[in-house]
T-cell receptor, first 115, second 115 residues
Framework: GENVEQHPSTLSVQEGDSAVIKCTYS??????FPWYKQELGKGPQLIID?????GEKKDQRIAVTLNKTAKHFSLHITETQPEDSAVYFC??????????????FGKGTHLIIQP | SQTIHQWPATLVQPVGSPLSLECTVE??????LYWYRQAAGRGLQLLFY??????ISSEVPQNLSASRPQDRQFILSSKKLLLSDSGFYLC??????????????FGPGTRLTVL
């Protein structure tokens, strides 16, 4: 089955600086890589995703990159703000054929934005 | 737009008592539905998923069960809770798009404490 490793487990950055969270996956068949943001006591919120047919995707201050050869994908947050403080999860999924399948999640990164 | 509801939001139950958590989705038809569990400080673990009424697949053997009595209703149950069942239970839904990408959206979660 798929295995997703996420680093670092905790990341503290100064407000205004950039933050980078990295994940690796094991299943070369995986084709979908979402990123979720989870605030304390709430459900995870999908913030951005990337599909295996592209190498990079950007949405305002957030960008994701994917290296299929190395099985790496990363989340980049620029100009960090206090509201970016949360736990971030990466996940991977292989193509869903005729049914449902769960996402395989990393263990999460606690991002702390220092004022 | 689609919304997903979970209740109760918080639950405290004694060991050996039964459990019933409910999840409903609005604004979509024939969704894929999922139950995940999140232990404190850890990632999300897929418990069950369903592609249709009465169709349940289990990912992890345990004393929990799931049912889908209606198209947009997913229930997580237990006959006798264990201490190890404590955690944050999340329901999610997805609709497969034509390219077979597994985009999932999470509910607000139920915090279960077994004493």
């Amino acid at each position: 089955g798929e295995n997703v490793e996420q680093h670092p487990s905790t990341l503290s950055v100064q407000e205004g600086d950039s933050a980078v969270i990295k994940c690796t996956y094991s299943d070369s068949a995986s084709n979908y890589f979402p990123w979720y943001k989870q605030e304390l006591g709430k459900g995870p919120q999908l913030i951005i995703d990337i599909r295996s047919n592209v190498g990079e995707k950007k949405d305002q201050r957030i960008a994701v990159t994917l290296n299929k050869t190395a099985k790496h994908f990363s989340l980049h947050i620029t100009e960090t703000q206090p509201e970016d403080s949360a736990v971030y999860f990466c996940a991977a999924s292989s193509p869903v054929r005729g049914g449902a399948d769960g996402l395989t999640f990393g263990k999460g990164t606690h991002l702390i934005i220092q004022p | 737009s689609q919304t997903i509801h979970q209740w109760p939001a918080t639950l405290v139950q004694p060991v050996g008592s039964p459990l019933s958590l409910e999840c409903t989705v609005e604004g979509t038809s024939n969704p894929n539905l999922y139950w995940y569990r999140q232990a404190a400080g850890r990632g999300l673990q897929l418990l069950f998923y369903s592609v249709g009424i009465g169709q349940i697949s289990s990912e992890v053997p345990q004393n929990l069960s799931a049912s889908r009595p209606q198209d947009r209703q997913f229930i997580l149950s237990s006959k006798k809770l264990l201490l190890s069942d404590s955690g944050f239970y999340l329901c999610a839904w997805s609709v497969q798009d034509r390219d077979l990408y597994n985009e999932q959206f999470f509910g607000p979660g139920t915090r279960l404490t077994v004493l």
